[in-house]
């Protein structure tokens, strides 16, 4: 049973412009969600959190949304630049795991 | 400390043979996870330890396939009588496990197994 849902297998944006990368949820233990970034050849890199009790996360270029009715969440990147082209995952956790979605790769043009 | 390390980062081997891997994670983490990767999808959960218990396993973790992490520290996977269905990355990762707020995990750059 997938629980992390993410529709978009990839997404091309132009350098400056914002990216959005969007992630669904089905259980509504999660309690926390994270969002990991992952190069060619690397293991995923954490890159931001959210707690289920808030709304908006924000961290530099990177925001993520959390809208708890719609069991909905997205990373806004902005403004995009070539270095965050990269597989980006959402992850959903409750105690001890994390479940993930199955990535949205983002290729950023210059 | 220079993060999760894992090796080795590829092996190739023939089915039927075993296989391990070795992660050794940031010294001050108290947990340490495996998952799997393969193609296409995201890193899928198989088993992890507090210190040295295995406390949670998932059931794609077959009986051909046993975790150790016998001093708290470092940890091996090992996966006996490959199938070639086994191939995949492996990915270690280790977080502090606070009580509340996310668990944040740190990843290893993975072993690749392919069994040919």
């Known amino acids: 049973d997938q629980q992390v849902k993410q529709n978009s297998p990839s997404l091309s944006v132009q350098e400056g412009r914002i990216s959005i990368l969007n992630c669904d949820y089905t259980?509504?233990?999660?309690?926390?969600f994270l969002w990991y970034k992952k190069y060619p050849a690397e293991g995923p890199t954490f890159l931001i959190s959210i707690s289920s009790i808030k709304d908006k996360n924000e961290d530099g270029r990177f925001t993520v949304f959390l809208n708890k009715s719609a069991k909905h969440l997205s990373l806004h990147i902005v403004p995009s630049q070539p270095g965050d082209s990269a597989v980006y995952f959402c992850?959903?956790?409750?105690?001890?795991?994390?479940?993930f979605g199955a990535g949205t790769i983002l290729r950023v043009k210059s | 400390d220079t993060g999760v390390s894992q090796d080795p980062r590829h092996k190739i081997t023939k089915r039927g043979q075993n296989v391990t891997f070795r992660c050794d994670p940031i010294?001050?983490?108290?947990?340490l996870y495996w998952y799997r990767q393969t193609l296409g999808q995201g890193p899928e959960f198989l088993t992890y330890?507090?210190?040295?218990?295995?406390?949670?396993k998932s059931r794609l973790l077959s009986d051909r396939f046993s975790a150790e992490r016998p001093k708290g520290s470092f940890s091996t996977l090992e996966i006996q009588r490959t199938e070639q269905g086994d191939s995949a990355m492996y990915l270690c990762?280790?977080?502090?496990?606070?009580?509340?707020?996310?668990?944040?995990?740190?990843f290893g750059a993975g072993s690749r197994l392919t069994v040919l």
């Open positions: 010294s001050e983490h108290n947990r």
């Open positions: 990762a280790s977080s502090l496990g606070t009580r509340s707020g996310a668990n944040v995990l740190t």
């Open positions: 259980n509504s233990m999660f309690d926390y």
């Open positions: 992850a959903a956790g409750y105690g001890n795991k994390l479940v």
């Open positions: 330890f507090q210190n040295e218990a295995q406390l949670e």
